[in-house]
């Protein structure tokens, strides 16, 4: 039985929790070339599968930054219906997440 619950996903990414982790989010990306840098080395993954492990904190601050800055014209109002985005309605459903998880 798998204790992942899903998100979102498709074909190259899987967004979930685990379900005896409550405070972090993971981000499995297929084909992901990864590159990590620290001080002393630089180490380079180009494995099928790469996860992501985030806090929620840090999660729901890359979101929120991306929401109010990922779209062209100073965030004014978007005529595409796909890339019409409800920022109140993304935090609303954040907060009662986070909520639940206390």
Not at 11 to 34: A, G, Q
Not at 35 to 50: A, E, P
Not at 53 to 70: D, F, G, M, Q
């Amino acid at each position: 039985m798998s204790t992942k619950a899903s998100i979102s996903h498709d074909k190259e990414y899987h967004l979930y929790e685990e379900t005896f982790d409550e405070d972090h989010i993971y981000l499995e990306i297929e084909d992901c070339l990864v590159s990590m840098y620290s001080k002393t080395s630089i180490s380079v993954n180009n494995g099928d599968v790469t996860t992501l492990r985030i806090p929620n904190h840090l999660w729901e601050k890359i979101v929120t930054s991306w929401l109010e800055c990922a779209h062209p014209q100073d965030n004014e109002e978007i005529d595409s219906p796909e890339r019409s985005i409800n920022i109140e309605k993304v935090m609303e459903t954040l907060n009662e997440k986070q909520n639940r998880t206390r």
